[in-house]
């Protein structure tokens, strides 16, 4: 497979946000929140990506093959300071591949190439999210030497009237 990974432009903005929505709604299907309908929501987020792009924190790469754009990923420099130890650590908030090429690694590339950028920004740990019943991703990033860092939990709250 011809594979390029791309710092995306703000041209691209459109093909970010429909790849958002995309990752979103396979990650309601298996659990995830629901995906915010309202479309005003949409065109704003779409505007905002312009500046977050061009920003020098954060980063989106867009994976290309010979049929498009397969897969993005998103991800910013946090810094963990005040009570810590000042460190800067990379946060990968987005790792998404069109189900039609997955398996033939995209979302590898994608992370390897974030990761070296994230080094030469001068981070030396980066983290992630991922639903604990996705399996394949969880097996990917253990492969690429993410651990188990920390346990998000949640209940659901039932609201009672009073």
Known sequence: MDLRIRNAVD??????VSFTRRMLQDMESVGGD???????????YRETLVDSILGDDRLYLLAQTGNGIAGFLEGKIKDIHEVFTPKNVFHISVVYVMP?????????????EALRWASGQGCREADLNVLSNNANARGLYEKLGFEIYRYALR?????TAD
Do not use: M
């Not at 041209?11 to 970010?16: G, K, L």
């Open 100 to 112: 039609e090429s997955r398996c033939n690694g995209i979302a590898t590339a994608l992370v390897r």
């Open 11 to 16: 041209s691209d903005c459109p093909t970010i």
């Open 34 to 44: 629901p995906i915010n309908p309202d479309e005003i929501f949409w065109n704003k």
């Open 155 to 159: 209940v659901k709250i039932q609201i």
